[in-house]
């Protein structure tokens, strides 16, 4: 018997495949059961491809934004909010992957790891998801775009939360339109902008470059660069508007002189402009309550010569996440260190009880750097932008307008923070093809930011 | 260099991007643990939202029993595996071979390898004496011994023997030119206890009785029946009860048939009436129409799976039946080829008017028997021709029938068995790479297949289309959590084939996670007890048909299961004892006969003073042991020599055998090479046992 104990193997294998194959699938169902459950034919928590019966998303003041009572969806009262708030709530019919119907269905339909689908009596056991966006402000928001397309964020720079976040074009939720009917009307209306999207940063990227000035440059504050309005580097042209003639980095910054900054990109090199823009959250995914944004991509590491002082000012192939762009501001208003957004507001979870779980920081600039940014940011406010456009806001800012090539208008950008203690807000616009970015993206920010600073001191 | 640095650099971001996914999954069990408290704060807060509608009564009961379901099923599975793996190697010593000098080795199977080479069932460690010198197997009323070919040859009584010759009590058997006298065992059911690591675990279980792991099983069926009958159909409610209870009724009776009239440990049958409680559930609930010819097939496989053990207990008849079997199986394949009708793409049905039949199910019976050989062919003819040309036809039929998920268990299994009788790797290899090649053939040949292929690992791209039964299923085990959502309350049981190839979706989905991988654990399971149990069968008769069938049932729930579930491609094979079907339930039990047929332990109960009876009752149902009581009195009597004395002492001091200068006067007639002879074979042996037998007394 001895021998054909030893010959027995053939068995003990297939029994040790089934074992291995069983933690394969438990793996599986630990990692991707709540993805599964929440596909739309799962009759247990849809019907005709709706969520059932779920919890209501809330902003941060009570406003119900979205429920759904025996597969009958209700979303806001005003349309406004429903379009502004779209891309957050969700189309029912999950087509906006970053929405809370989508990310956070399982919480709303009440499903869970141990309870799966069950329903009691036919009511879930799903729950509220409060927010800390504000409706009003998304409205707000939303209009200020008016119809163009782009995104508008701001959060608070010392706790995360998000106040706003809008994404244009939208639509309304509960009469949905045929979007695949009109491909120019819709271009991308199942995306959040602020969150899925990547754009040519343009010259809000010098605030990456100046940080890195700030840090390897011993001479940044007294160095003088002259601009004749052109200049060739190996070649390549690189341009300025106009001439600027003799500026110091802060001036520099405050006209967003194109050729000052190729002189920096080029002194400082390829390296150190990549590993400034990495610590400032490019080529790498920023997680918003476990939702990914895009990746925003630079690579100067191996460039030289015209692509290295292009890419110095935010054009060569760099592009920028406006979420994770807003982050970089926020970091810089925080005396250098981060703090993640988020906008799901974890109220009846345990984690609450853990002081700023989930919450994550990270220090990416210097307190010395950050404060000599925020002066540099604040003089182009005060020298350039005009302070009567942001009264009172103690606005700290940067414009960006990024050529996108072709005969198509540039990308307007304005990104910044209010170095206020009561109002510690961060935030960017985008406007697609917008045209100049102080004038337009800034005209957004200021009206965003007005209707927020009274929100905030009016509590 | 910058090649190097390049690698590195690969290699420190390819383990980053491993390290930096910890965290995530890290936090997506956080955020799971998140949930938890979140569905109870929400619970507290509005329960008088869930009580403001009026209730019906089954939601209160689900709502409770869903949670007792798990814990009882977690019970009952400990339960019945513990005692199963109780008692450690114990079997019965059924003789002794005596060497010049008093060592006694124990013979302990019906077929005994004997031999040099280690891996022998007696080792006579001598050099010349062969690897594989001889086999001596009981059968047919006595003693055999068989020449392998060894080069010494063998004798009995001095007599040379031609290939096979009998051997009687008290004969010398001379291998070699070595002498042995071969002695009877011992009148008392021997158990000789290794100790093992694992024996305060095992120690464990002892408590368990069998009586009260029924009445939890009883409970678990009444309770499971009861959230049926409330959940499904009103009109099919009467007779799933009806159903249940006349199952419950027979568990208990064939438990009284079994404690009453057999010696052996009962848990496995109650394993098995676990998972045919479960068939029972997944059939009322996906369809209640069948129910009577489901049950109607279990208490056939019940009185199948008794008759093929009455059948077995003398290989010799095992034998017989085999050939019986195998010819009706050739009548069967051929029938099917001819008459077969096609359902769900396979032909593989036959239509007797009254009732449809899977005639390849009943074939696997015969299959399994078709492995069998006795140990002494085993070691002699390397034969494998006729086996194979059986399981030729059988995989050939099957690939007629385009039935590719039998042909593959027919073709894994043979593959298990055929290594067991030829140990020879080469042969497998060629044989598994032309099947290879063969089903690479049968696979690109048949679209119907292919797409299956195609789905495989992609399913939710296909979400429904291709991948439509296995997104379901998928869908369905999320939908169902640990505890499930209660018997007959799922949606997978409006699919097609949910109740045969989606099983474990309806076992998740209605009964929990937890529940569903208790099932295949007990499919598992029977496969460590056919391997635990093999190194004490007394016949390779035993062995090799109880891991032909655990073979069948492992692949079969590899198909099954995974299939379902998208870790191998959809083949359509039922889930042992828990699918739908009837040829399926009655060929599963009669396949579990085989594995029962290999324990030869007594349970506790029968042990002590119930040893002996227990022997009796043996030799009162007709079945003689090898050793007749009578002869071993007898023998013992003759042939005192004072053995016991010197066992005792060796027994005591456990010293290298033959230790005390008082042994060795008594037998310094022994030359230096016969004592360097006893200590190998007393070594080579293991573990003295082959002395303690007699030192015990």
């Known amino acids: 018997m001895k021998i054909l104990t030893k010959r027995a193997f053939g068995l003990l294998l297939l029994a040790l495949i089934l074992l291995l194959g069983l933690s394969v699938f438990t793996f599986r169902y630990v990692k991707d059961a709540r993805a599964w459950a929440q596909y739309p034919t799962n009759k247990h928590l849809f019907q005709n491809g709706q969520l059932l019966t779920t919890g209501e998303i809330q902003d941060r003041n009570g406003e119900v934004l979205y429920r759904a009572e025996q597969g009958v969806q209700s979303y806001h009262s005003s349309d406004t909010v429903r379009k502004a708030l779209m891309h957050t709530t969700g189309d029912s019919y999950g087509n906006v992957a970053t929405s809370v119907q989508v990310a956070f269905g399982d919480r709303l339909s009440g499903w869970g790891p141990v309870n799966g689908a069950y329903r009691f009596n036919d009511k ?31 959060y608070n720079y010392k706790t995360g939360e998000i106040l706003c976040m809008v994404s244009s074009p939208s639509f309304d939720p509960e009469h949905h339109p045929d979007v695949a009917a009109n491909p120019e009307k819709y271009d991308g209306a199942y995306l959040n902008r602020l969150i899925s999207a990547a754009y040519t940063p343009g010259s809000i990227f010098k605030l990456v470059t100046a940080a890195a000035a700030i840090d390897k440059m011993p001479d940044y504050d007294s160095k003088v660069f002259h601009c004749e309005g052109e200049k060739l580097i190996d070649g390549d042209k690189v341009t300025c508007p106009s001439p600027h003639g003799e500026v110091t980095l802060k001036q520099a910054l405050a006209v967003s002189c194109n050729i000052a900054f190729a002189e920096i990109s080029l002194e400082l090199g390829g390296q150190t402009i990549q590993s400034y823009a990495e610590k400032a959250g490019f080529n790498a995914n920023l997680e918003v309550d476990g939702i990914k944004a895009a990746r925003g991509k630079i690579s100067t590491a191996d460039a030289k010569g015209g692509d290295l002082a292009w890419a110095g000012i935010g054009q060569y192939n760099d592009t920028a996440n406006p979420l994770t762009f807003m982050a970089y501001m926020g970091s810089i208003a925080n005396q250098g260190v981060r703090v993640n957004p988020w906008f799901i507001d974890q109220n009846s979870s345990l984690l609450k009880l853990l002081p700023d779980f989930g919450v994550k920081k990270k220090r990416i600039l210097t307190r010395e750097t950050a404060e000599t940014l925020k002066t540099l940011m604040r003089n182009n406010v005060t020298e350039e932008y005009g302070e009567k456009n942001y009264k009172e806001l103690e606005l700290c800012a940067k414009s960006g307008t990024a050529e996108v090539g072709g005969d198509k208008a540039p990308h307007a950008w304005f990104a910044g923070f209010m170095n206020r203690e009561d109002c510690p807000l961060a935030f960017v616009v985008i406007v697609e093809n917008g045209g100049s970015g102080s004038k337009v993206a800034g005209a957004v920010a200021a009206k965003v930011l007005k209707a927020a600073e009274k929100k905030l001191t009016s509590d | 260099m910058d090649n190097f640095i390049d690698s590195v650099g690969n290699l420190t971001e390819s383990t980053a991007s491993i390290l930096g996914n910890i965290p995530a999954w890290l ?17 507290k807060a509005s329960v008088e939202g869930y009580l403001a509608d009026p209730i019906e009564f089954v939601e209160f009961y689900t709502f409770v029993v869903r949670w007792i379901f798990p814990v009882l099923t977690s019970i009952i599975f400990v339960r019945c595996i513990m005692p199963l793996l109780q008692g450690g190697v114990s079997s019965r010593i059924w003789g002794f071979l005596e060497i010049k000098g008093g060592y006694r080795i124990a013979v302990r199977h019906w077929e005994n390898s004997i031999g040099r080479s280690k891996l022998s069932d007696i080792v006579i460690n001598l050099p010349f004496v062969s690897r594989s010198h001889a086999v001596l197997s009981y059968g047919e009323g006595g003693w055999h011994i068989t020449d392998l070919e ?59 009785t069998s009586g009260k792991t029924l009445l939890m099983i009883l409970m678990f069926q009444f309770f499971g029946s009861v959230q049926l009958c409330l959940s499904i159909n009103e009109e099919w409610a009467g007779k799933a009860a009806y159903t249940f209870s006349i199952y419950m009724l027979s568990e208990c009776v064939y438990y009284f048939l079994l404690k009453k009239f057999t010696k052996k440990y009962i848990e496995l049958e109650l394993l098995i009436y676990f998972l045919c409680g479960m068939n029972l559930f997944v059939v009322a609930a996906a369809a209640p129409g069948q129910l009577y010819k489901q049950l109607a097939a279990i208490l056939l496989g019940l009185v199948s799976y008794s008759i093929i053990q009455i059948l077995i207990k003398d290989p010799g008849l095992g034998r017989k039946l085999k050939y019986a079997l195998v010819a009706c199986s050739v009548v069967l394949i051929i029938l099917n080829l001819t008459l077969g009708e096609a359902r769900f793409g396979a032909r593989n049905w036959i239509n007797l008017g009254f009732i449809t ?46 039935d590719l998920g039998t042909s ?68 369905a085990a999320a939908s169902g959590g640990l505890i499930g959502l209660g018997g007959g309350n799922g949606y997978l049981v409006g699919i097609a084939a949910s109740d045969t190839d989606l099983v474990f979706g309806i ?40 891991c032909g069938a655990a073979s069948i049932f492992i692949i079969q729930t590899i198909l099954n299961v995974f299939g379902s579930l998208d870790l191998l491609p959809l083949t359509g094979v039922t889930l042992p004892f828990v699918s739908n079907g009837g040829s399926s339930m009655v060929v599963c039990w009669a396949l579990l006969a085989f594995i029962k047929a290999s324990d030869e332990r007594v349970r506790p109960g029968f042990s002590g003073a119930g040893a002996a009876a227990a022997c009796d009752e043996d030799s009162d149902n007709g079945y003689s042991d090898p050793i007749n009581p009578v002869d071993l ?21 456990n010293a290298a055998f033959p230790g005390s200068s008082a042994a060795e006067s008594r037998y310094d007639d022994r030359d230096e090479f016969e004592r360097w002879f006893d200590e190998e074979t007393a070594k080579q042996n293991g573990d003295g046992s082959g002395g303690k037998g007699g030192a015990e007394e």
């Open chain 2, 507 to 546: 076992l998740s989905e209605e009964w929990g996670f937890l529940i569903a991988m208790i099932v295949v654990l007990i499919v598992v399971f029977l496969a460590f007890l056919a391997l635990y149990l093999m190194r004490d069968c007394k016949s390779s008769f035993y062995a090799i048909s109880a």
């Open chain 2, 357 to 402: 039949i899977q005639p390849m199910e009943f074939v696997k019976v015969a299959f399994v028997l078709a492995g069998t050989a006795t140990l002494d062919k085993l070691l002699t003819t390397r034969n494998l021709t006729a086996f194979i040309g059986f399981s030729g036809a059988c995989i050939g039929a099957l690939i007629l029938m385009r």
């Open chain 2, 633 to 653: 009195n007898v023998a013992k009597r003759n042939d005192a020599r004072t053995l016991t004395n010197l066992f005792q002492r060796k027994g005591k001091g």
């Open chain 2, 408 to 475: 593959v268990i027919f073709f894994v299994t043979f593959l298990v068995v055929a290594f067991m009788r030829s140990g020879d790797i080469r042969t497998i290899a060629l044989i598994s790479s032309g099947a290879a090649l063969g089903a690479f053939a049968v696979v690109s040949f048949l679209p119907y297949i292919a797409s299956r292929f195609q789905a495989w690992g992609h399913v939710w791209q296909y979400a429904d289309t291709i991948g439509f039964q296995q997104t379901r299923t998928l869908i």
């Open chain 2, 27 to 43: 936090g997506s069990i956080l955020a799971w643990l998140g949930n938890v408290p979140v569905w109870f704060g929400d619970m």
């Open chain 1, 124 to 154: 879930s056991f799903g729950t509220d998801v409060t927010l800390t966006l504000d409706a009003e402000l998304c409205a707000e928001a939303f209009q200020a775009l008016k119809g163009r397309k782009g995104a508008v964020g701001v």
């Open chain 2, 150 to 208: 060894s080069t010494g040859g063998v004798l009995v009584n001095g007599e040379k023997v031609e290939r096979t010759g009998c051997v009687q009590i008290g004969d010398t058997i001379s291998l070699s030119g070595a002498d042995f006298l071969f002695l009877p065992g011992d009148e008392n059911c021997e158990s000789l206890k290794k100790e093992s690591r694992f024996d305060w675990l095992l120690k464990l279980g002892q408590g368990f």
